[in-house]
């Protein structure tokens, strides 16, 4: 029974997708055609419309609409230039320096605006002609942003980081928010290695050494803008507020930041941001209910229980088990965005994991990191598309750029995988996790 259920949900699933019908409803039609398999239509009804409505009543979601509208005020608040200036400061004098900074930019944007798309976008539409002045090979640029992207996602504060705390019985978002600075960080560096060797090789140019008033300025000038994650992160490793109480304080912050500090975003242009910012909250909170639904539907058919014993009689060593956990979601990031991957995925390898003894926070910054390589491939990476489009360049130009940051990439994904510490110290250090 248990396997002729993953066989429906699995191929219905996948046949709504190839029919083009919007991911959400894919997962509920698909979640209520399994479970009518076990009981009748009527009650199949009742039954996921009771989960989705169970699944969003919860006090930490509201950290998600509140974050979303404090990413769209900072995207539209001329963040993301000072940022690069701050980052030519940084990163300005190594070898290929243009690309260091497009680097350090995304993880600083990316990480204040919650968004790869929107990192990728405000960040690599402004270094793309840069680099292109400088001689860089434009295929080569896009494949910086493009990989880069992502890192802020892993640096809070993060939505991903929400998501997966609901979907996973309640981890903790202080301890996920400390434990994805490291390899959020490690993930950046990985990068810059790879921009190091081939900027050295290919002779580009260092950026001028700026001078000593000039980096004062633009150290000041994105300092108000990287305090908000100084002031959330203080204030929920200090108690003083809980994730969600941040977000709100965080919409307050970059309100006053944006149309008073920095006068980039007029009243008149509020209303379309907010709008903007109920639209995307409502996709996502769609894609959490239905999820709920198939979470559901799986742990009636004791799907989550058949995977793990299916994966467990190939072997009981926790490394081989946590390599083809790897491995599938690779492959599912591939095909899947991260965040209906992260929902419908979670639920099935939490208890292997749990089993195997591995931390739910080290667990979630290892789904967290998987799934964003997943947002820079072909074929249905957002950021991959993004990243191109901004770049002015054709996707099957960029592909053979694209495999030695690939590469790089997955090697860090192993050293988070494998070395715990990397997730748990901050929040072991600052928690007492």
């Known amino acids: 029974m248990e396997w002729s259920t993953v066989i429906v949900l699995c191929s219905t699933f996948f046949f709504f997708l190839f029919l083009g019908v919007p991911i959400s409803f894919a997962i509920g039609l698909s979640s209520l055609i399994t479970i009518m398999l076990s009981i009748p239509f009527d009650?199949?009804?009742?039954?996921?419309?009771?989960?989705?409505?169970?699944?969003?009543d919860s006090f930490s979601l509201l950290a998600i609409p509140f974050f979303i509208l404090a990413g769209n005020i900072m995207n539209r608040g001329g963040i993301a230039l000072r940022l690069i200036e701050f980052a030519k400061v940084i990163g300005g004098r190594l070898p290929?320096?243009?690309?260091?900074?497009?680097?350090?930019?995304?993880?600083?944007?990316?990480?204040?605006?919650?968004?790869a798309v929107a990192s990728a976008a405000a960040v690599g539409g402004t270094m793309a002609p840069l680099q292109k002045k400088e001689g860089y090979d434009p295929a080569f640029s896009a494949a910086v942003n493009i990989?880069?992207?992502?890192?802020?996602l892993l640096i809070p504060p993060s939505n991903t980081f929400i998501v997966y705390s609901l979907i996973s019985g309640g981890t903790s978002i202080g301890a996920?928010?400390?434990?994805?600075?490291?390899?959020?960080i490690l993930m950046g560096l990985s990068i810059m290695l790879i921009i190091g060797f081939i900027a050295k090789k290919r002779n580009y140019p260092v950026s001028p050494k700026p001078t000593k008033s000039e980096a004062i300025k633009k150290t000041l000038d994105a300092l108000p803008s990287l305090g908000?994650?100084?002031?959330?992160?203080?204030?929920?490793?200090?108690?003083?507020?809980?994730?969600t109480e941040a977000s709100a304080f965080a919409v307050v912050y970059t309100l006053i930041l944006a149309v008073v500090f920095y006068r980039e975003v007029s009243l008149k242009q509020l209303p379309k941001i907010i709008l903007d910012s109920v639209v995307t909250t409502s996709i996502v909170l769609l894609l959490i209910g239905t999820s709920m639904g198939m979470s559901w539907a799986m742990a009636n058919a004791d799907i989550p229980y058949t995977i793990s014993d299916a994966l467990?009689?190939?072997?009981?060593?926790?490394?081989?088990?946590?390599?083809?956990?790897?491995?599938?979601?690779?492959?599912?990031?591939?095909?899947?965005?991260?965040?209906?991957?992260?929902?419908?995925?979670t639920p099935i390898f939490f208890?292997?994991?749990?089993?195997?003894?591995?931390?739910?926070?080290?667990?979630?910054?290892?789904?967290?990191?998987?799934?964003?390589?997943?947002?820079?491939?072909?074929?249905?990476g957002s950021a991959l598309f993004i990243g191109c489009s901004v770049g002015g360049i054709k996707i099957d130009k960029v592909i053979k750029p694209l495999l030695p940051f690939y590469a790089m990439l997955i090697i860090a994904l192993m050293l988070v995988t494998f070395v715990p510490e990397l997730s748990l110290a901050l929040p072991r250090f600052f928690l007492g996790y």
């Not at 990989?147 to 802020?152: A, F, H, K, L």
């Not at 994991?353 to 799934?371: I, K, R, S």
């Open 43 to 56: 009650a199949a009804i009742t039954v996921i419309s009771q989960k989705m409505a169970s699944g969003l």
């Open 96 to 115: 290929g320096s243009l690309a260091h900074v497009n680097v350090l930019a995304n993880m600083m944007f990316g990480s204040i605006s919650g968004s």
């Open 147 to 152: 990989t880069s992207s992502p890192t802020g």
């Open 176 to 184: 996920l928010f400390l434990a994805g600075y490291i390899p959020g």
């Open 228 to 243: 908000l994650i100084v002031v959330i992160m203080g204030g929920i490793v200090r108690g003083v507020f809980t994730a």
């Open 312 to 345: 467990l009689n190939i072997s009981e060593n926790p490394i081989v088990i946590l390599l083809i956990i790897n491995v599938i979601l690779l492959i599912v990031g591939v095909f899947m965005d991260m965040t209906p991957a992260l929902l419908i995925f």
């Open 351 to 380: 208890p292997i994991v749990t089993e195997l003894g591995m931390d739910p926070v080290h667990f979630g910054v290892l789904m967290a990191f998987n799934l964003s390589i997943g947002i820079c491939t072909p074929p249905v």
